[in-house]
């Protein structure tokens, strides 16, 4: 008996090492592959998440979605049609014109939105556990891309009904669709990592959204942008990556508009090097979100 409490004590007296210590990143630093795949589950419950919560309780359901971009398309057909007499294209309705443009303008600010919100939303999280923060902002931008796909099957139905034909330009969607959710996606984890400490973003970033949509040819095309505007705003148009982002929508979908290649190689290296410098914001951030959220 003696013996065996002599062995308890010298097991109780040992230093007992950690089995996994977290540590801030210093410098730096870039997402860890191995930890966002160990974490790959978190990413599809946060989705479905969001999902199930931002749905509950609504008699329509997924359907508000869809409503959006109709209700728009019907105001921007009053508008910009009948009003102010801009044409769509011949044999294209300019009511799925306009439901086309804000396909890609929703896309852009419901991931620029969501994702940047996701932290501040979800800070009970982030001061408990450990986790990937990045997941929080990533399967934001998922449940938005689920609902442009909703809007896509619309919008494809739309033009069978309107006798609008589907051309072969439609394989370019994807990645016009991925350059806008890089874009949204790199100014929203730069946004999201500045709300944390400075919650005068979540006030700002709704009247910015707003004055980029007016800025940008949703409601019209870069063409009739850049014949009806002043010659000292073109180059504002030209600078503008959503500009490129937009008519590259209605050209793959529609198979109207054109696009310069200086003006779509802009757009590209613009939106990834958003991202990029969201990523390493982001990163940079991160190691003070549980200490000030």
């Known amino acids: 008996m003696q013996a065996l409490g002599t062995n308890i004590a010298l097991l ?61 398309a019907a105001v921007f057909s009053v508008v910009f049609h009948q009003v102010a007499r801009l044409s769509a294209p011949a044999g294209i309705p300019y009511f799925v014109v306009s439901y ?59 033009m069978l009904f309107c006798g609008v034909p589907l051309t072969s330009q439609l394989i370019a969607l994807p990645f016009w669709s991925f350059l806008t959710v890089l874009l949204a996606t790199g100014v929203g984890l730069q946004a999201g990592a500045l709300m944390v400490s400075y919650r005068d973003v979540q006030h700002i970033l709704p009247v910015a959204l707003q004055l980029l949509f007016y800025a940008s040819p949703v409601g019209f095309t870069l063409a009739d942008a850049l014949t009806r505007v002043p010659a000292r705003w073109s180059l504002f148009f030209c600078l503008n990556p959503l500009s490129a982002l937009l008519e590259g929508f209605r050209l793959s979908v529609l198979g109207v508009g054109q696009l310069p290649l200086p003006l779509v190689l802009y757009s590209s290296i613009f939106c990834f090097a958003t991202f990029v410098i969201g990523l390493i914001s982001f990163r940079h951030l991160e190691r003070k979100f549980a200490d000030v959220i």
């Open 100 to 158: 086309c443009s804000l396909m890609g303008w929703n896309l852009f600010s419901t991931v620029l939105t969501k994702s940047s919100n996701s932290l501040v939303s979800n800070s009970h999280l982030i001061s408990k556990i450990y986790f990937p923060r990045i997941y929080l902002p990533l399967s934001a931008v998922l449940s938005s891309c689920i609902d442009f796909f909703l809007s896509l099957t619309l919008l494809i139905l739309i």
């Open 12 to 72: 109780s007296s040992r230093k007992r090492e950690p089995l996994f210590t977290i540590k801030p990143s210093s410098g730096l630093s870039f997402i860890d592959p191995g930890e966002l795949w160990a974490f790959r589950d978190l990413l599809l419950s946060l989705a479905w998440r969001d999902i199930k919560v931002r749905y509950r309780q609504t008699y329509l359901g997924a359907v508000w979605v869809l409503l959006q971009p109709l209700m728009g």
